[in-house]
């Protein structure tokens, strides 16, 4: 079946504390995204990555790190300078100009 | 600038009854167009999409969509609400070579018996 994973569901952060959210497809795409929900303000574009070593901020990109060693995999790192970081967290990949989005993960702060 | 506006932040309407939901965009070339569902806790799926070609769109759970260049609008229809509709509906807006695609700040939609 083809898609896109992300892992895990929900996550917990302490303070002070990096996590780092993973987003797999087997789509075969080169372009990938991640974008932060919160109530009431629809997707807000974190990183994207339009081919393998190579990614650029979105809007707002501060207290987030990326990497894209794989065309399969593009995990986000929240770092500890992001002082408010709960939130869903959905990634997407894009197939022609369409994007297809994951489940989503939760991220809340302990 | 690239902006997609969903003027009702939520709509109720009763199940069986007739649904529209409105989307205007802005965007300088030839727009690529897209509504999205997201039911809570989950990702977004995709309903239908628009690129060229016949301006009314047809898509999945009985949706369809009409693309007005003179209005910039792409509103979203369907003749007949069932409850598992009850979700969240985002337009979106991109573009040929473009590598961002344009959310509208979605539109909640509630059903009543």
């Known amino acids: 079946d083809g898609g896109i994973t992300q892992s895990p569901k929900y996550l917990f952060r302490k303070e002070g504390q990096n996590v780092t959210l993973s987003c797999e497809q087997n789509?075969?795409?080169?372009?990938m995204y991640w974008y932060r929900q919160d109530p009431g303000q629809g997707l807000r574009l974190i990183y994207y990555?339009?081919?393998?070593?190579?990614?650029q901020k979105g809007d707002i990109a501060e207290g987030y790190s990326v990497s894209r060693e794989k065309k399969e995999s593009f995990p986000l790192t929240v770092t500890s300078a992001q002082k408010n970081p709960t939130a869903f967290y959905l990634c997407?990949?894009?197939?022609?100009?369409?994007?297809?989005f994951g489940p989503g993960t939760r991220l809340l702060v302990l | 600038a690239q902006s997609v506006t969903q003027p009702d932040i939520h709509i109720t309407v009763s199940e069986g009854a007739s649904l529209e939901l409105r989307c205007n965009y802005s965007?300088?070339?030839?727009?690529?167009l897209f509504w999205y569902v997201q039911s809570p806790g989950q990702g977004l799926q995709l309903l239908l999409k628009?690129?060229?070609?016949?301006?009314l769109v047809q898509g999945i759970k009985g949706f369809e969509a009409e693309f007005k260049r003179s209005q910039s609008s792409f509103n979203l229809r369907k003749p007949s609400v069932h409850w598992s509709d009850a979700a969240e509906y985002f337009c979106?807006?991109?573009?040929?070579?473009?590598?961002?695609?344009?959310f509208g700040a979605g539109t909640r939609l509630f059903v009543k018996a």
């Open positions: 979106a807006v991109g573009g040929t070579g473009g590598f961002k695609t344009i």
């Open positions: 997407a990949s894009k197939g022609g100009e369409t994007q297809y």
């Open positions: 789509l075969n795409h080169d372009a």
């Open positions: 990555s339009q081919i393998v070593n190579d990614f």
């Open positions: 628009y690129f060229s070609g016949d301006t």
């Open positions: 965007y300088g070339a030839t727009p690529y």
